[in-house]
Each structure stands twice: as structure tokens, then as C-alpha cells.
């Protein structure tokens, strides 16, 4: 069991020597000290007085292993529960934004639709008046052509005629 004599001793073995992450270590490092702050906090209340150098040298020396394992836990902890907050945060802001982007374009969409509407008012407008010309053209083809049978009654009638006339001059 290693001793250890103060907070460079704590930094040195969480921190420098670690081979996990220094944020973790130094996050660790933070942790042990809260406990020692509490520590002095409970102390001056209870005896009146700050602990003296010697005081909390021993207070560091008294410290099991199991605290830095514990602290790097508590750390470990702590970075998980952030990293999951942080993540959810923007999670929920880039939801938003996406939502706010669509919303807003649609918005800009009705913002365009008198000119939409005009274009089709208009393109309504032109196919109507190109489909009447055509049923007027197609009305006036039907009714001003005579069918087959009036085209071979009014010939026979006319060869009849000329067929008269050409009787009549012998």
C-alpha cells in the first residue's frame, strides 16, 4: 500500500501516472480533494481550530488505495451522467433547429402563393379559351360540312341537271 503525503502525491498517481484519460484522472483528483475540504470543514467545527500542516499530511497518509478507486468511480460517473445530459441537450437543440428549419421554409412557401396562385388562374384561364377555339373549330367543321350523303345527293342532283342541259342543246 503506497503512502501518500499530499495532493502531489494524489495528482502524480491519478493524473501523470494514470494510463486512462487525464480529464478522468484530473476529475478524480478533484474528488479527493472535496473529501479533504470536508474533512477540514468537519475538523474546524469540531475542534474549533484549522488543522495544522502536520494535520493534514496525516489525513493523506491515512488514506486507504480504496479512495482513489472510489474517486476515479465517483469521476467515471460523473463524466458518464454529464456526457448523457450533453449529448441529450444537443439532441433536442439539433431536433429543434431541423424543425424550425422546416417550419420556417414552409412558411417562406405561403409567403410565394399569390404569385403561384396568379400563374395558375392564368394557366387555367389559357387552357380554358384553347379548348373553347377547339370545340368552335371542331362545331364549325360539323356543321358547315355536309355529310357524306348530302356531298352524293347534291352531285347526283347536279349531274342530273347538267345531263339536262346537255340533253336540251342537241
Not at 473529501?35 to 497518509?61: C, F, M, N
Amino acid at each position: 500500500m503506497d503512502k501518500y503525503s499530499g495532493p502531489d502525491d494524489i495528482y502524480q498517481v491519478l493524473v501523470e501516472e494514470s494510463e486512462e484519460n487525464w480529464l478522468l484522472g484530473l476529475l478524480a483528483f478533484a474528488v479527493v480533494e472535496e473529501q479533504r475540504i470536508e474533512w477540514v470543514k468537519h475538523h474546524l467545527k469540531t475542534t474549533g481550530v484549522s488543522p495544522a500542516p502536520d494535520d493534514i499530511r496525516t489525513w493523506y497518509e491515512s488514506q486507504p488505495e480504496s479512495v482513489l478507486v472510489r474517486a476515479r468511480a465517483e469521476a467515471e460517473n460523473a463524466l458518464k451522467s454529464y456526457g448523457a445530459e450533453a449529448v441529450e441537450e444537443f439532441d433536442d437543440a439539433y431536433r429543434k433547429e431541423i424543425a424550425q428549419g422546416i417550419v420556417v421554409a414552409e412558411i417562406q412557401k405561403l409567403g410565394r402563393w399569390l404569385p403561384q396562385f396568379g400563374m395558375n388562374v392564368a394557366g387555367g384561364v389559357v387552357s380554358s379559351i384553347v379548348f373553347a377555339a377547339i370545340l368552335v373549330v371542331l362545331a364549325l367543321f360539323v356543321l358547315k360540312n355536309p355529310s357524306t350523303n348530302d356531298i352524293a345527293t347534291k352531285l347526283n342532283s347536279q349531274m342530273g341537271a347538267q345531263n339536262g342541259q346537255v340533253g336540251s342543246n342537241k
